[in-house]
């Protein structure tokens, strides 16, 4: 929990970790022993696994999710996208984390709930991040993400003087703020570009 309003959180990714990494160990694997014993492994395998690799790491490992006193900061896997706390209409936290600014939806895969535990997670209180090792430890920390989330909209907007769903709330969705994530895009576009090369030579 933070010691002040004003810091900036940092949340954890709640799934895919293991699935990723494995998926990133194994590409490096691969490479490795390509390039330990040249010929053993077709190119164009090597090229499919770095590939496949990348999207692995770029979908379930580059993904974050932060906030300020001011600002829902979502990195996807193409997008840096910086949202005033105060235009965020909605907000819902389930497999995914869903926010709703103006017309637009943005949504993470950073913060979810997997989709068999959400019938059996317990009540959670509110003021504590639970321990990883419990079995709906990423229920209860998806829940503590959305109620920080929230708590913070609401301070967001009484600081901005609006109302939720108001006409001046739609007019703060313009201060929305995204760029590419230039390192995944860029990866995952020399790694397409190296199986083509390897497929056609």
Not at 13 to 21: E, K, N, Q, V
Not at 116 to 140: C, E, G, H, L, Q
Request: aromatic letters at 4%.
């Amino acid at each position: 929990m933070p010691q002040e309003f004003e810091d900036e959180i940092r949340f954890r990714p709640t799934g895919g970790r293991i699935m990723g990494s494995i998926a990133v160990v194994a590409g490096l694997g691969v490479v490795a022993l390509a390039v330990a014993d040249p010929g053993s492994v077709p190119a164009p395998l090597v090229a499919g696994v770095v590939l496949f690799s990348v999207l692995a790491w770029a979908s379930m490992l580059w993904p974050r999710v932060s906030v300020t006193a001011d600002e829902l900061v979502l990195r996807t896997m193409v997008e840096h996208q910086r949202l005033p706390l105060a235009a965020i209409e909605d907000l819902a936290v389930r497999q995914v984390m869903a926010v709703r600014v103006g017309d637009k939806r943005y949504v993470s895969t950073a913060v979810g709930k997997p989709f068999r535990k959400v019938v059996t997670a317990r009540p959670t209180s509110s003021t504590a991040v639970p321990d990883v090792s419990d079995p709906v430890a990423d229920i209860a920390y998806a829940d503590y993400v959305e109620q920080e989330i929230r708590s913070r909209m609401e301070r967001a907007r009484e600081a901005a003087g609006v109302a939720l769903l108001s006409d001046e709330q739609l007019e703060l969705a313009s201060g929305v703020r995204r760029r590419p994530a230039w390192l995944p895009v860029g990866l995952i576009a020399v790694s397409v570009l190296g199986l083509l090369v390897a497929v056609l030579a």
